[in-house]
């Protein structure tokens, strides 16, 4: 379930003549019994709405006076959200005899044509006001107070996103809190730039087109929508011309897959930074600490301590906040448990909050391998709103497979990736180019079997971050390299490319000998640093006719290069 939140304004739209009827009030208790929440936002006084509506137990928390006010009906307790009026104020609108005039907790509200009057006070005293117009009425607020801001505070009262709202309306005062929303609709009834703004216009005026929509939205949870909703989505590649392929992450299951630096760090990174600058909410699973220090997301676990489910679940239950999860210390026996268990974590979170939007899992065949299946359960809310990531498609558990919507491919020997998967997914044979350009990538779309070749986005931090983690930062047991000599009377380890030229140059000329005759540098650096055009460097060297210790200074310099110079 991916929206969780029903907005709705009140006069005009869930009501009439200031009424709810029954029917519409049926529907809203139907939409909550099934673990939605619902937020009226309204320019009502809090007074004059439970006089007119008594049952106000129907809603999580009432905005009221237009974004001044949050009310939470489970236990009768009002938070103010803006400042009351000023007395001076409303003492010149009374000697401007205006009527009729209302004076709220914060708002001041009256009708056409007496904004003339507001006006003359508003200037008179100098205040920072701002004035809303609803179908007539003339609503007076302090500057930055609106249905959006309430809308908002509401959102973070309830620690829910807004890429998990539906928001419906009917007059001018909604259009701000519908550009909040993850998905603006208006009522038939509603004002002609209200409908312009919407991506759905009920059939139906008022209640009974809020009947419409909560029924739609029970039925389908609008997933036929998201697709034409620029805010629920982010660019995954681009053409040939720049234009964006554009998706709704949360609706996609995605698979990943090709060579060693073929670019899959490049379009993951590119792919993160959007999810990040666009309001998704994402959760990284990084057996290999790829990800440590990354922009826009806490990372919990190190080397030396493993992540635990409930520190997870904890941080993604704040809305804006982002998790990898580093399981560099967990022993790779216990990752595919771990992931079963995080896996539940998610779809429960998913279930309740819409979150996290997307969840990337890297070296998907260690986390998800061939063998892996679950209880039915796990699987229960579904793989959509992931991305795997793997050099190997063929390790990874049929059930990943199974549930891919996009193979995606970078990379050298597309064919062969293409022809594994068609054959797991019983599809068609399908024919590659013979290789991909690096930052090409080759899109197979599963539902319609057809193919696209599209460009990755590249993401502004993604070599930075790869120079930082492999130069300076702390790779794992398994991925460091060990100085040991034919021997192995030594146990020099260096866990990241600095360190290893600082032991490269005090470690005995035999044992560093002995690793380049073995041709262990550059193996390491293909494997564990991925670094496939250094890799060819510094096997060439290796198979130089160099004397060691030149050798051994043309592999420092071709590191230092490569990965300490300005970027």
């Known amino acids: 379930m991916h929206y969780v939140i029903l907005a709705t304004d009140y006069d005009g739209t869930i009501a009439h003549d200031g009424v709810v009827n029954e029917t519409t009030l049926q529907a809203l208790h139907r939409l909550r019994d099934t673990a939605h929440r619902v937020v009226l ?5 809090l007074d004059d709405l439970q006089s007119a509506m008594p049952e106000l137990g129907v809603f999580d928390i009432i905005v009221s006076e237009n974004g001044a006010v949050l ?9 103010r959200l803006a400042a009351s009026p000023d007395p001076n104020f409303v003492a010149r609108l009374r000697e401007l ?16 044509p007496n904004e003339t009057k507001v006006l003359q006070a508003i200037r008179e005293l100098g205040l920072e006001l701002s004035i809303t117009f609803n179908k007539g009425a003339v609503m007076v607020l302090p500057a930055g107070i609106t249905k959006a801001s309430g809308l908002r505070a ?15 309306g009917d007059a001018e005062n909604d259009m701000a809190f519908l550009e909040v929303a993850g998905a603006p609709v208006a009522v038939a009834n509603a004002v002609p730039a209200l409908k312009e703004r919407a991506v759905w216009v009920t059939d139906n005026p008022r209640g009974e087109g809020v009947v419409e929509l909560i029924e739609r939205l ?4 609008f997933a036929e929508l998201d697709a034409g909703i620029e805010r629920q989505c982010v660019a995954l590649a681009q053409h040939g011309d720049g234009e964006p392929y554009l998706v709704a992450p949360h609706r996609e299951t995605l698979l990943l897959t090709g060579v060693s630096g073929g670019g899959k ?8 930074e959007r999810l990040y600058s666009g309001g998704f909410q994402f959760c990284i699973v990084d057996p290999e600490g790829d990800y440590n220090g990354l922009e826009g997301a806490v990372t919990i676990g190190t080397s030396e301590d ?22 560099l210390a967990m022993d790779p026996r216990d990752r595919t448990v771990f992931w079963t268990s ?5 779809s429960a979170l998913r279930a309740s909050a819409g979150r996290p939007h997307f969840v990337i899992v890297d070296e998907a065949h260690h986390m998800l391998p061939g063998d892996w299946d679950p209880e039915p359960v796990a699987l229960q809310a579904g793989l959509n709103g992931f991305l795997f990531i793997t050099t190997r498609p063929e390790a990874v558990s049929p059930h990943v497979l199974q549930a891919t919507d996009r193979l995606l491919v970078v990379g050298g020997e597309p064919q062969s990736v293409l022809d594994a998967f068609c054959k797991a997914r019983h599809l068609g044979s399908k024919v590659a180019p013979a290789t991909l350009p690096l930052g090409d990538i080759l899109m197979l779309d599963v539902a319609t079997e057809t193919m696209q070749q599209l460009q990755v986005i590249p993401g502004e931090g993604t070599r930075l971050r790869h120079r930082r983690k492999y130069a300076e930062g702390r790779l794992g047991d398994d991925k460091s390299f060990w100085f040991r000599g034919a021997d192995s009377r030594l146990r020099l380890q260096a866990h990241n490319l600095m360190l290893f030229i600082q032991i490269g140059e005090g470690v005995d000329s035999e044992t560093w000998q002995w690793h380049r005759v073995q041709g262990d540098y550059s193996r390491w650096i293909r494997e564990a640093i991925k670094d496939d055009q250094l890799s060819d460097t510094v096997a060439g060297i290796e198979a130089s006719h160099a004397v060691p210790d030149e050798a051994r200074r043309l592999i420092h310099e071709a590191i230092q290069r490569r990965y300490t110079a300005p970027p």
């Open 265 to 272: 760090s490049t379009m993951t990174q590119g792919l993160i």
């Open 342 to 346: 995080i896996l539940s974590a998610l």
């Open 97 to 112: 005899r205006m009527d009729p005039l209302s004076v709220g907790r914060s708002i001041v509200a009256t009708w056409e």
């Open 306 to 327: 493993a992540p635990t489910v409930e520190q997870a679940a904890k941080l993604l239950g704040r809305p804006n906040t982002s998790v990898v999860l580093n399981l």
């Open 41 to 45: 936002v309204t320019g009502r006084e």
């Open 71 to 79: 009310y939470f009906p489970d236990r009768k307790e009002e938070r």
């Open 154 to 168: 509401a959102l973070e009262a309830l620690e829910l996103s807004s890429r998990n709202c539906v928001a419906v």
């Open 218 to 221: 029970l039925r389908t949870d």
